[in-house]
């Protein structure tokens, strides 16, 4: 049997990083977060992506070199997807010549990102939980320590907390919906 497709978003604002892996659970994607190259390196080691979300402006070591690393890391090729606010045409060609395989332009259009995934995944023959479309009922949030459900009806359970995988964190409830 094919296993979830995962993801680790590398992005070293907090909001955006959960706002988005919230988003990715909700279509049945296994979600890690990262908010450096030292985090996402430690996330790579524990539980490899099929896919990177690859922030280019972190603090540090920039997005390319981050990306350089953990390729070297992995030893197969992830679907290395630049996510990021530098949308000129020197930056895509940049991205292009670094390995990337797709530039997008933050904020992402859900529907573009959900699409490029799908894609990558059916050419793979991986699985997503809900492929088609998110579930308003349950998802699934996998890491290596963990495995917790969310009801989203009623907002009791894990919603997403950013580095799952690399450091402990309290999880986040979803506040119930009116």
Do not use: W
Not at 130 to 143: L, M, Q, W
């Amino acid at each position: 049997m094919p296993r979830l497709l995962s993801v680790l978003i590398v992005e070293d604002h907090p909001d955006s990083a959960m706002s988005l892996a919230v988003l990715l659970s909700l279509f049945g994607y296994k979600v890690q977060t990262a908010r450096d190259g030292n985090e996402a390196e430690q996330c790579v080691r524990l539980d490899p992506p099929h896919v990177l979300l690859m922030d280019i402006g972190l603090p540090g070591e920039d997005g390319y070199a981050v990306a350089k690393r953990l390729r070297s890391i992995m030893g197969r090729k992830p679907l290395l997807v630049a996510l990021t606010g530098f949308g000129q045409d020197k930056d895509i060609q940049r991205s292009r010549n670094e390995g990337f395989d797709h530039h997008l332009l933050k904020p992402a259009d859900p529907r573009e990102l959900v699409s490029l995934l799908e894609t990558f995944r059916d050419e793979r023959g991986e699985c997503s939980l809900n492929k088609g479309g998110p579930s308003s009922a349950r998802t699934v949030i996998d890491d290596p320590r963990e495995r917790q459900a969310v009801d989203y009806r009623s907002g009791q359970g894990f919603a997403c907390h950013p580095g799952a995988a690399c450091r402990p964190s309290e999880p986040r409830l979803l506040p119930p919906e009116d």
